[in-house]
Structure formats: structure tokens, C-alpha cells
């Protein structure tokens, strides 16, 4: 089975918990660098998950079942993400 979040190639910026007494995961804010879906075995299919990075270590892995809301990066930011990768690469 495939799901459209895991085909999607764009970067996620934010993750909105269907909880609303949950803390959000946004890419540049509390040291979240990435958020990246990916799938884990069930008991009878693949089950959609996203793990959220601080630098190389996870911090948190959740079920996009508990997720009501993910946000992109906009071409813009994608584009100022891509400039300041770079310029830490040069570093």
C-alpha cells in the first residue's frame, strides 16, 4: 500500500497534533531540523509515521494518526533552507 505523505518529495515544516494540548513540531523552532514520514510494519499493513530530528539524534517518533495538519516549507523557505545548507557545508 502507499500513502500520498510517504510519495510526497516536499519538506515538511510543522506537524499540528490532533490534540491540541500537544506541543507542534516546527522545523526551526526547540532545535527541530527535520520531520521526515516514513512507515512502519503493522499487523496487517504499513502504518504511516513521521520521526522528528534535533540535528543527526531523533527526538520523537509519531503515528500520523495522532497528526490533524502538515505544513510544507514554501518555495521560499525551501530556497533559504538550500542557502544556509550550504553555507554550514562550507563552513
Known sequence: MSFPIIDD???IKLLVWADPDQ???QV????VTS???YTEKGQVQEVPWFVVYMG???ISRVNAAAIAEVCYLYPAEVAKTAIAKAKEADE
Not at 526551526?28 to 532545535?31: I, V
Open 28 to 31: 526551526g523552532a526547540a532545535g
Open 56 to 58: 543527526d539524534q531523533i
Open 23 to 25: 506541543p507542534c513540531y
Open 9 to 11: 518529495a516536499r519538506e
Open 35 to 37: 520531520i521526515r514520514p
